[in-house]
């Protein structure tokens, strides 16, 4: 059984901890696919929008996270025939499996919002969410003295549902410390009808939003804008108006599904429409391919897309991969944990953990981390990146 093929498509977070966590249980013929040169740890992006961590120590070679003794085949996939097993690759050729493990993240929609793709990078626009831009947003927050900000969050499934609106706390509290915050109007536009959907920590984050006198547009998104004009329009669902606003900054994040070419094959699951790959929400096996499992942001679970659910999410994969290749069931459960730093100012933050139940799921039970904390800033920006690099990417952790 050591002996059967491993194919991984994602050398991202979750395909290089599962690979990891394969070579220590002794799987011997594992193959990692992917395009990239860089391994992102893409968690640090906020504070370099932020202006509190520089790009460059986000980003590793991609060889130096490759467990040693995984081929690596530095090609995109870009179909899959679950048949015949094969996964075909950028330059034709195909990849053959036994067992197939789908960890090619989310698609960025950069042309899901009308005018955003000519936009994003001038204009007085950035994102965080492209290593490309995320250095824009601290250049825009930093050159801010007056006028209108605005920050958005896409009506669509994206990763780390928190991301959207921590950099519009980081920006107000780098305002209110200039003191400029007074003449700066922060409009933070939002899709659902809450900040954030545990109780607990919206009860808070309202708190915070308040604090920096951000204006909360609630059931809301943006739906188009014009970077020559430095105007976005904003569609309220619940209230169905329209309206269009001047910005002097915009911090947008862009509408996400599944990469085109998963959405278009048979992994993708028929009931979303996203066209996430379609896994049993506890064992990450596909339903209707037993030999396929998905993890990370591609896979279509019903919970928050993050690193933090990816480290809790490899083992699972893993064991189930393992029970597989044996012949027996899967005997490992994912309960849907995952986790949000929101960090609320330069120095604070809330822990946001919690599982499908949206049952609150803490790691340090004895701290209160639905109050904002440094202690949890500092673990953010100093304590996590190496427990990432050192601890989940080798398989230990
Ligand atoms: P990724 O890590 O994105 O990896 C996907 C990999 O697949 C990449 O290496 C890519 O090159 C490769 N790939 C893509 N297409 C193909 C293809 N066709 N063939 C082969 N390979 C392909 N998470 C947290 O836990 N905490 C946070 O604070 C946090 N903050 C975030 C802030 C921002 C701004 C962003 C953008 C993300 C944040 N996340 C956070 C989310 C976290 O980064 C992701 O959830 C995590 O990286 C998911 O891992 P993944 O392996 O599924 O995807």
New binding site residues.
């Given amino acids: 059984a050591p002996d059967r093929r491993v194919l991984i498509?994602?050398?991202?977070?979750?395909?290089?901890s599962t690979a990891a966590r394969l070579r220590r249980a002794g799987v011997r013929d594992i193959t990692v696919?992917?395009?990239?040169d860089v391994?992102?740890?893409?968690?640090l992006?906020?504070l370099v929008?932020g202006g509190q961590a520089p790009l460059r120590i986000t980003g590793r070679p991609?060889a130096s996270v490759m467990p040693r003794g995984v081929r690596w085949i530095r090609?995109?996939?870009?179909a899959v025939d679950p048949g015949a097993r094969t996964v075909t690759l950028?330059d034709g050729t195909e990849a053959g499996y036994d067992f197939l493990v789908m960890?090619?993240?989310?698609q960025l929609d950069w042309n899901g919002v009308p005018g955003l793709a000519e936009a994003v990078g001038r204009d007085r626009v950035s994102s965080?969410?492209a290593p490309e831009y995320?250095p824009r947003t601290w250049e825009l927050i930093k050159g801010m003295r007056s006028g209108t900000a605005v920050f958005t969050h896409p009506a669509t499934p994206l990763?780390?549902g928190?991301?959207p609106q921590k950099i519009a706390y980081l920006a107000a509290d780098h305002w209110r410390r200039k003191g400029v915050l007074d003449r700066i109007r922060v409009v933070l536009v939002i899709p659902d009808p809450a900040l954030f959907k545990v109780p607990v920590w919206n009860r808070e984050l309202e708190r915070v939003a308040r604090r920096y006198g951000i204006e909360v547009r609630l059931n809301t998104e943006m739906t188009a804008v014009d970077g020559g004009r430095r105007t976005v329009t904003l569609t309220d669902r619940a209230a169905g108006t329209e309206e269009t606003l001047g910005y002097d900054m915009l911090h947008a994040v862009p509408p996400q599904s599944a990469?085109d070419?998963v959405e278009k094959s048979p992994l993708a699951d028929p009931a979303s429409p996203h066209g996430f790959v379609e896994a049993d929400k506890h064992t990450l096996r596909h339903p209707r391919h037993p030999e396929v499992f998905a993890?990370?942001?591609?896979?279509g679970l019903p919970t928050s897309?993050?690193?933090?659910?990816?480290?809790k999410q490899a083992p699972v994969v893993v064991g189930n991969l393992l029970d597989a290749m044996r012949g027996a069931e899967p005997s490992h459960r994912y309960d849907g944990y995952?986790?949000?730093?929101l960090v609320t100012a330069r120095d604070r933050m809330l822990l946001a953990e919690f599982d499908y139940d949206l049952k609150p799921a803490p790691s340090f039970p004895l701290i209160d981390t639905t109050r904002e904390r440094r202690d949890m800033w500092l673990f953010?920006r100093y304590g996590l990146p190496p427990v990432y690099w050192r601890g989940m990417l080798t398989g230990r952790l």
């Fill in positions: 498509v994602g050398g991202g977070s979750a395909g290089i696919v992917d395009p990239s391994h992102w740890y893409q968690p992006w906020t929008g991609e090609k995109a996939a870009e950028s960890a090619p993240g989310i965080n969410y995320a990763k780390c928190g991301a990469p070419w993890i990370g942001d591609v896979a897309k993050t690193g933090a659910a990816v480290r995952t986790s949000c730093p953010k």
